[in-house]
């Protein structure tokens, strides 16, 4: 394909996932091909392809409330520059807007700056953390906590029935959810770290006792995306050994709306990267 070709863009199916895998593989992301189905499965995947090798994709996943979450944005190393990210988000938003979708996404400040001009708005400043290396393991601690918990604790927070997409997570072998004291996590695998998210607590004290309980019982990396506001939370996870990898910015496609019931700690989009 000449640089100077208009891209062909086309609609990907759950047999894309392993070529889908590879190009997050590429980019370091934390997705699985479990992660990829869901989106392939659930989602409307576009794709472009060099010849028979998929070289770019962009995601348009539905939620509850008319809205939809912009993700997967993904361009090879070989073909960037191109164009192709903005052509196949270009789908996406046509593709939203037909559907009377609102569209989110979390970008990179470099990426903000692409999305802002197109009309997305800044919502949650969020920081992605990583701990490589957890303590010891101890036994996992005891828990009552359901996905009726986490789902209502959610929806309170997000506005966004996400429950399909929660329980496609939390369902995985090796996932679990955590409650310590009233907060209440998720924990699921990724292809390189476990996640912990979304977290919800009623203070950073209670936030982190439970992200505390967590990495006691884990001994891989474990990788979080924590609210900037947050500030106490975060100045836990950094005096504890987490380290900031790099921020990001939820975006919204037309005008800020205001905040939810509740604000979480830590954070998952449906990317759950």
């Not at 539905?62 to 070989?78: C, D, E, F, K």
């Not at 029935?161 to 310590?180: K, P, Q």
């Not at 924990?187 to 505390?212: K, M, Q, S, W, Y």
Request: charged share 20%; glycine share 8%; net charge negative.
């Amino acid at each position: 394909m000449a640089a100077t070709d208009a891209p062909d863009i086309v609609r990907l199916g759950v047999d894309d996932a392993i070529a889908g895998l590879a190009l997050s593989t590429e980019a370091h992301w934390n997705q699985t091909d479990e992660d990829w189905r869901i989106f392939l499965r659930d989602g409307i995947v576009f794709g472009i392809r060099d010849g028979m090798q998929l070289v770019a994709t962009a995601a348009l996943l539905p939620y509850s409330g008319n809205n939809a979450w912009i993700s997967m944005v993904l361009v090879s190393g070989t073909h960037r520059r191109r164009g192709f990210a903005t052509h196949l988000v270009d789908a996406c938003l046509e593709t939203a807007r037909k559907n009377g979708l609102t569209s989110w996404l979390d970008a990179t400040p470099d990426g903000a700056a692409v999305y802002g001009p197109l009309g997305f708005t800044p919502t949650l400043q969020l920081r992605r953390l990583k701990l490589t290396q957890p303590a010891p393991a101890e036994t996992p601690p005891s828990t009552s906590a359901t996905i009726e918990a986490l789902r209502a604790r959610d929806l309170r927070a997000t506005g966004f029935d996400r429950t399909a997409l929660l329980e496609a997570f939390a369902e995985r072998s090796g996932s679990r959810i955590v409650g310590v004291n009233g907060a209440i996590a998720l924990v699921r695998d990724g292809r390189t770290a476990r996640h912990i998210g979304p977290l919800f607590a009623d203070n950073a004290a209670e936030a982190l006792a439970l992200v505390h309980a967590i990495t006691r019982s884990e001994t891989r990396p474990l990788l979080l995306d924590a609210v900037a506001s947050q500030a106490a939370f975060l100045e836990g996870l950094t005096a504890s050994g987490w380290t900031i990898e790099r921020p990001f910015q939820r975006m919204r496609f037309g005008p800020a709306t205001t905040a939810g019931e509740e604000m979480p700690f830590a954070v998952a989009g449906p990317e759950f990267g």
